[in-house]
C-alpha cells in the first residue's frame, strides 16, 4: 500500500525500542517528509532512503516550482525554502540542481528529526549517467562508519555495495 497512508500501521509493528533500519524506497517523489517523521519519532532508526533526484526532481522541478503543494513540497519537508534556493543557483544544471535538492534533504532530516549524520551516494545505470541517489542518516557516527564501509567501492570498480 501507499506508505503515507499506511505509516501508523507500520509503526504499530516495530518492537519498543528496537535498533531499526529503514529502507525507504519509492518510485518517484512518493514517501513525504511527514511520513519519515511519524516512522523516526520516539525510535532508534537510521534511514537509508531513495531520493529520484535524477529521475523526477530534475526533469519536473519547474513544474514543482509552479504548484503550491507539490510533490516535492511534501518530499523536503516544512520551510525547506527549496524554491529560493533553486532560483538563486548561479548554474542550475541537472547535477547542481539534484546537489542542492539532496543537501537541502539532509539539512531537513538535521533539523527537524535531530539526525546528526547524513551521507549520500549517486548511483548511475550501467553507462554511467547518474539515476537516483541514496540517502543515508542516522543519530550515531557508528550508523556512518557501517554506511562508509558498506558504501565504499570495489578496488577497479565503480560498482557499489
Known amino acids: 500500500g501507499n506508505c503515507n497512508l499506511r505509516i501508523t500501521d507500520i509503526v504499530r509493528e516495530i518492537p519498543s525500542g528496537a535498533l531499526t533500519v529503514a529502507f525507504v524506497d519509492p518510485t518517484g517523489l512518493h ?16 534511514l537509508v532512503i531513495l531520493l529520484a533526484d535524477y529521475m523526477d526532481i530534475v526533469r519536473n522541478i519547474a513544474v514543482y516550482a509552479g504548484k503550491e503543494d507539490s510533490k516535492l513540497d511534501r518530499v523536503l519537508g516544512p520551510d525547506s525554502n527549496w524554491r529560493t534556493e533553486w532560483r538563486n543557483l548561479s548554474n542550475q544544471s541537472p547535477s547542481n540542481v539534484a546537489r542542492l535538492c539532496a543537501e537541502i534533504f539532509k539539512r531537513q532530516l538535521r533539523e527537524r528529526l535531530g539526525y546528526v549524520f547524513t551521507a549520500d551516494k549517486v548511483l548511475k545505470n550501467i553507462k554511467g549517467d ?10 550515531s557516527d557508528r550508523g556512518l562508519d557501517f554506511w562508509n564501509k558498506i558504501t565504499m567501492k570495489e578496488r577497479n570498480s565503480d560498482r557499489l555495495f
Not at 514517501?31 to 537510521?46: I, K, M, N, P
Not at 547518474?130 to 543519530?139: G, H
Request: proline content about 0%; hydrophobic content about 40%; glycine content about 4%.
Open 31 to 46: 514517501a513525504e517528509f511527514s511520513t519519515l517523521q511519524t516512522l523516526t519519532t520516539g525510535r532508534r532508526v537510521d
Open 130 to 139: 547518474a539515476i537516483y541517489r541514496l540517502v543515508y542518516a542516522s543519530k
